[in-house]
């Protein structure tokens, strides 16, 4: 079993920037990779970014490069998402999630965390 734990959401205003991190623990192997979801209320939950932790390959949801950013600590056990140029439409719940094997924009991952709220305000 692998346990995830997200951190670092918040209230920001438009423009802001912000770091959020997803600790795993538990039966964790280096050959996870990690993703990131959001889900903003009366929308689907849909795919932002991954990364693979062995090989460090990350991919990323169209709408979202150029300003989000996917990093891991394989030391810490943790995977980050940087937002910068925070928008009002990226208000939504961010999970991160874990899979074996490569990193997937589909959400066929195995374990999941419950989340962090990320409020942008106009």
């Known amino acids: 079993q692998v346990q995830l734990v997200e951190s670092g959401g918040g209230l920001v205003q438009a423009g802001d920037s912000l770091r959020l991190s997803c600790a795993a623990s538990?039966?964790?192997?280096?050959?996870?990779?990690m993703g990131w979801f959001r889900q903003a209320p009366w929308k689907e939950r849909e795919f932002v970014a991954a990364i693979s932790r062995r090989t460090l390959t990350t991919i990323y949801a169209d709408s979202v490069k150029g300003r989000f950013t996917i990093s891991t600590d394989n030391a810490k056990n943790t995977v980050y998402l940087q937002i910068n140029s925070l928008k009002p439409e990226d208000t939504a719940v961010y999970h991160c999630?874990?899979?074996?094997?490569?990193?997937?924009?589909?959400?066929?991952?195995?374990?999941w965390g419950q989340g962090t709220q990320v409020t942008v305000s106009s």
């Open positions: 538990g039966r964790t192997f280096s050959s996870y990779s």
């Open positions: 999630a874990a899979r074996i094997g490569r990193p997937e924009s589909q959400d066929e991952y195995d374990y």
